[in-house]
T-cell receptor, first 110, second 114 residues
Framework: NAGVTQTPKFRVLKTGQSMTLLCAQDMNHEYMYWYRQDPGMGLRLIHYSVGEGTTAKGEVPDGYNVSRLKKQNFLLGLESAAPSQTSVYFC?????????FGQGTRLTVV | AQSVAQPEDQVNVAEGNPLTVKCTYSVSGNPYLFWYVQYPNRGLQFLLKYITGDNLVKGSYGFEAEFNKSQTSFHLKKPSALVSDSALYFCAVSPVTNAGKSTFGDGTTLTVKP
């Protein structure tokens, strides 16, 4: 039982490049989330999904897009990366009263 | 809008002493409160939650938290700290029982010294 798995774990992008972060969960959870974590700012919700085929904006959605084509996967896309998107990204899934987090993706945009 | 405040960036305690990590919250309606711990280069791990019921909630690794509605607080406590408790702790609040759609505090770094 792997829980929540994020790929890749590390990535360096040049400004303007695009990339997709993949989150996979094997717990059959309906809810999935993408957060970013910046020093001294806790976690901020980017986008979330309450079920297959649904997505919604969180607190800081600008510059990101998401898709939930399959229940077990939640993809986070950056169409044109900016240095302000340098951060650690966490995916989480939830059955309601407890959230399970992946180990994070450290993204640097230069 | 909901919010969480963790007033201390850093808490230092000696091993064996009791520890408290403070959290206050603001939310419309009933609060659903969570504590998570993050070890270096790892994701967040769930410690405990308050949904309803007893104000004293017991969680993983000997941690507990006390919900105080009048003070809108949810402080994390442990009677006897261990060096291995040293980590970053996050308090989170949600207006619904959807744990992932929470607002997180900025985190408190706990350092337990031998």
């Amino acid at each position: 039982n792997a829980g929540v798995t994020q790929t890749p774990k590390f990535r360096v992008l040049k400004t303007g490049q695009s990339m997709t972060l993949l989150c996979a969960q094997d717990m059959n959870h309906e809810y999935m989330y993408w957060y970013r974590q910046d020093p001294g700012m806790g976690l901020r919700l980017i986008h979330y999904s309450v079920g297959e085929g649904t997505t919604a904006k969180g607190e800081v959605p600008d510059g990101y897009n998401v898709s939930r084509l399959k229940k077990q996967n939640f993809l986070l896309g950056l169409e044109s990366a900016a240095p302000s998107q340098t951060s650690v990204y966490f995916c989480a899934s939830s059955w309601g009263q407890e959230a399970f987090f992946g180990q994070g993706t450290r993204l640097t945009v230069v | 809008a909901q919010s969480v405040a963790q007033p201390e960036d850093q808490v230092n305690v000696a091993e064996g002493n009791p520890l408290t990590v403070k959290c206050t919250y603001s939310v419309s309606g009933n609060p659903y409160l969570f504590w998570y711990v993050q070890y270096p280069n790892r994701g967040l791990q769930f410690l405990l939650k308050y949904i309803t019921g007893d104000n004293l909630v017991k969680g993983s690794y000997g941690f507990e938290a006390e919900f105080n509605k009048s003070q809108t607080s949810f402080h994390l406590k442990k009677p006897s700290a261990l060096v291995s408790d040293s980590a970053l702790y996050f308090c989170a609040v949600s207006p619904v029982t959807n744990a992932g759609k929470s607002t997180f505090g900025d985190g408190t770094t706990l350092t337990v010294k031998p």
